[in-house]
């Protein structure tokens, strides 16, 4: 797949067989490949995670984001429409919108004053007819020739999504039908806004869209997950892909838990000792679903990731800041009709992720630890054969990397390498 314009390698990815068994260390670490990402990703026929509906509740409202490495923003009109435009002013290419979020009826740049509407379009130019009957623009100038760049948006279940392409399908067909099913389990009432961080991981973006994949790891990694119960491999779960193999769910079922030898066998850190929690009450829970599900993580290419543990629901967003760098969002939501006991719970819970989160604190250096590792050596590879080689949903084992292989089978399609 190749556009006109469009960035080219100066030395060609050949991706290592068998399937994708084999991840080029390479691509964690090659600015051109992150250039390329740019245009057949993030600029591609793929739906990039924007906001939540609920960051712009109002007429007038705005969002600033970020799409691969373009910045954008969100706004609602006052007619209740949502749009989306590149924070660029079409004049010198300066950004619009300098805040996170605000309220306005008008983007107006501050270098020279260009001011566009919340759709996007240019509605005034700072003295377009000169001074004194001198200087401005030309007659020939039309305003509707610069306005911000558009993206397509779609909105689902309170995620709003944007694209580039004019190629790419609905929302609700990218997704396809298991994952657009769990994501209306998990999003699909009115949702309210319990917090939001954000951090700096050094490492590649990449690298975190395989750790949002990787079941294998949770148990071992993790161990308050194993110490306390919440997530191990020996519980009742499993692994679906989307159909396209580049989305997926991992769900796990704590009440149903049979505990299995191998974690004693194995010597497995978190599982040989007995700990006690000085404020219990973290782990406290209610069973919101028929399913029995009590741990999932959704994610959905290219960087969005959708958290449920115990009782705490979570979005997750990553972008790109530079090859070997990454910010990483996290939103805590949780639902308009909960009761106040119940936000106290998700409150509560909200301390088990994050940057200083007792469980995905770990993930915050492991990457970066992956980062260092293969730093320098381009020519090598790793391994992703945990459960086999094939790429297909399990709903007997989540000590697969099958999740993993669907995310390189996804990229390795989108980004043309052979």
Not at 41 to 63: M, Q, T, Y
């Amino acid at each position: 797949m190749a556009l006109a314009n469009e960035h080219r390698l100066s030395e060609p990815l050949i991706w290592p067989e068998p399937g994708v068994t084999r991840i080029p260390y390479r691509l964690y670490a090659d600015r051109e490949i992150l250039a390329l990402e740019q245009q057949r990703i993030f600029r591609g026929p793929v739906w990039n995670f924007l906001c939540l509906e609920i960051d712009i509740p109002e007429g007038g409202d705005f969002k600033t984001s970020t799409v691969g490495e373009v910045p954008v923003i969100i706004t609602r009109d006052e007619d209740g429409g949502i749009h989306a435009m590149v924070n660029r002013c079409a004049h010198k290419g300066a950004l619009v919108c300098l805040k996170e979020k605000g309220n306005a009826r008008a983007l107006t740049c501050i270098y020279h004053a260009w001011s566009y509407d919340l759709r996007g379009r240019l509605t005034g130019v700072a003295f377009r007819n000169g001074l004194k009957g001198k200087g401005g623009l030309g007659e020939d100038f039309d305003p509707d020739q610069h306005g911000l760049e558009r993206l397509r948006v779609e909105t689902f279940c309170g995620l709003v999504f944007g694209t580039f392409s004019e190629q790419t399908p609905s929302v609700e067909s990218y997704l396809g039908q298991p994952m657009s099913k769990f994501i209306r389990r998990n999003l699909g009432k009115p949702l309210k806004p319990l917090g939001m961080h954000s951090q700096i991981i050094h490492n590649n973006w990449k690298l975190y869209a395989e750790n949002v994949r990787d079941s294998y790891h949770a148990t071992l990694l993790h161990t308050f997950y194993t110490t306390f119960k919440i997530n191990r491999l020996d519980m009742d779960g499993g692994i679906v892909l989307a159909e396209d193999k580049w989305h997926h769910i991992s769900y796990a079922k704590r009440d149903t838990l049979d505990e299995a030898a191998e974690y004693k066998e194995q010597k497995i850190h978190a599982a040989q000792y007995n700990s006690n929690l000085a404020g219990p009450q973290l782990l406290d829970a209610w069973n919101e679903f028929d399913d029995g599900i009590t741990h999932s993580i959704q994610a959905i290419f290219p960087n969005l990731a959708i958290q449920f543990t115990l009782n705490s629901l979570c979005v997750r967003f990553f972008v790109p800041r530079g090859v070997d760098k990454t910010e990483l969002f996290w939103y805590y939501v949780g639902y308009a009709d909960d009761t106040e006991e119940q936000t106290a719970v998700r409150v509560m819970q909200g301390n088990l992720t994050g940057a200083a989160g007792l469980v995905s604190l770990e993930d915050g250096c492991i990457n970066e630890f992956v980062q260092r590792g293969t730093r320098g050596s381009p020519g090598a590879a790793g391994l992703a054969e945990m459960g086999g080689r094939e790429v297909e949903s399990s709903d007997s084992s989540r000590a697969t990397e099958a999740a993993i292989r669907g995310f390189w089978t996804g990229y390795r399609r989108i980004m043309g390498f052979d």
